[in-house]
Every structure is written in structure tokens, then in C-alpha cells.
């Protein structure tokens, strides 16, 4: 739309007129346009913006549609139209305009130079009530911030519930009989571990699809300082990040955490472990992951007085996300990952 209409201004033909046979085709088409002169001037609305509006073409030539702007669009539509007229480009802007019964509407507004001969004769535009889907974004919006409240809320109450078990665990750990007590340390730990997963999901910038490559990180990172600092190291490495579900992503962070217990469980304190993660998130196919433990010979062989749980435990996490499993993360025998294809209802937005 004109960005600024002289109070002088009035319609009327131009130089680059559209003649009459373009003005009863503009009226019967069922959307709004508007049309002005080289100087920014209005020169044209269709009845279809007319009927929105509800008023004369004579009153919106003389500047009569601007009463319509809602207050808050008022000057960022100025700027942005004035800003296009002055470079003769192309502009699209949302802004509320007040329809005949008072409401607000949101339009998608489009103005494109007209041009002949290299001359320059004004604008020609088109407008789109998108007020529908403007709601349905706002909606969307309350939702996302109601579903967020709702995951903070439950994951403060997790974390809680997890502190009071790892506590009454370590309570019934130092009273059991001193040959189980590496069983009690050991679940104590994987509780931790429960915990520090839930708690990177809960930190990933977009929950509902897990960049990989980065929530494994700060998950390793956590892990290794957990028990035994210093003498725990994880590498994630490999080809592309991979987009997971939270399901997926809670999986995989339990399958690691039960890697790296395994492989403390089977050494001694002073022993290093460490744990290899290549991830192949190739383009148009499957997200793949191979595990190796630096220790694994070690942890198949296990520790006196501690279960060997972990291959049953792995297992249990990949058929809750649906993973496909093998190995035993033996530099022999790696333990590989197949996650499942991504639905397509999930498929993030490109940028």
C-alpha cells in the first residue's frame, strides 16, 4: 500500500492507466488489490476490498483506508512500504487492517513496481486474509509454552523422586553385607545416570527433535564426571548431526549410560576406560550408530559381586525406541544401532 498520501491526492487516470476492462476484472476477482501512482498515490481498490473495508472507493482514495491500520502496524507498514517505493522493489508485509464490523483482520499484503520501458508507474498489489492462520500460530505458540511449563514441571518432580532413590539405595547399601554392597554402588550409579539423561533432554534447545551429535556430547561430558573424573573418556564423532525424537534420544542416552557403567563396573578404580561413538546420520538413510568400549574385553568378563546386566538392559532400552541392536561393543564385535526412519509427521522444517 502508498506509503504516504498527499492530503492533496485524488484518484484518477495515469500514465500507465489499466484501463476499464482492468478494473471490471479486478472487481469480479474474489480477492483484495489496490493500485497507485508513480507518486505513492491510490488510484484504484476492487469492490472486494471496498466490501471488506465498507467503504466508498472515493473514501479510500483519499486516504481513508490508512483509519483502518491497527495502531501497532501503523508506522513498521509506513516504513516498510516507503523503504520499497523509494528502491522500486518488490515488498510483502503482514499487518491488521479494521474490517467493516470493527474486527481486526490480518492480511499477507504483496506490491509489485509496474513497469514500461524502463519507466517506473506505481504499484499494483494484492491482499490475503490470513487471520486464520495467524490464530492458529498464536494457538500453536500457548501450546508450545503450556507443553514446555508442563515438561519442567515433570522433570523437576523426576529429578526429586531420582535424588530420594539414589539416597535410600545408598542407605541400604552401606547396611547390606559388605560382599552385595558393589551391587547396591553400581545400581546407585545407574540411577545417577537415569538422571543426568533426563536431565540433558530436558536442556536440549528443541525437544522435539534432539540434535544427535550435540545432546550426546554434553551427555558424555556429564557421564564422565559422574564417577570417576578424569579416568572416563567418550568420543562422539562421525558424519552429520541426525534429528531424533525425544523417545529415541532417551534410548540412545540409556544405552550409553549403560556402556560406560559396564565398563566401570568391570575394572578397577584406577583403570581408564574409554568409550568410541560414531554416529552415520547420511543423508536418506537410517541414523546409525557403532559403540566401542576400550574396556569391553573387561566388562564381558565382569566383576565379582556385581550383576552383569548391561546386554539385557541395552536390549530392553532399543525395544522401547523401536532400535535395532547387535554386538557387544567389543573393538571385535561393536555394538551397532539402527534407528528407526523418522515419521514424516516429525520431520523438522527446513530453515
Known sequence: MAADIPAEAKGGPDAFDLGDGFRRFADHVPL???RTDDRGRIVHHNECWLRFTGRSL???????WRCGLHPDDFERHARIVAEAFAAQESFTIEYRLRRHDGAYRWLLDT???LQENGAFHGYLGSCFDITDRKNAEEESARALIEKETLLAEIYHRVRNNLQVMVSLIGLYGRAAPEPCRGSFDALGQRVRAIALVQQHLHEAPHIASIDLQDYLRRLASGLGNLRRPGRIGVIVDG???GLVEPRTANALGMIVAEVVAECLDATAETVSCSIAI?????VGAPVRLSIVSGSGEAAAAGKPGVPMLGPRLIAAYA?????????TATAADPL???LPEVRP???PAAP
Request: aromatic letters at 6%; zero cysteines.
Open 32 to 34: 483484495m488489490m489496490w
Open 58 to 64: 472515493s473514501e479510500e482514495i483519499e486516504g481513508g
Open 111 to 113: 506490491g509489485r513496481p
Open 239 to 241: 558424519i552429520g548431526n
Open 278 to 282: 560414531t554416529i552415520d546420520a547420511s
Open 319 to 327: 525395544a522401547q525406541a523401536e532400535i535395532e541392536v547387535s554386538g
Open 336 to 338: 551397532l544401532l539402527q
Open 345 to 347: 509427521a516429525f520431520r
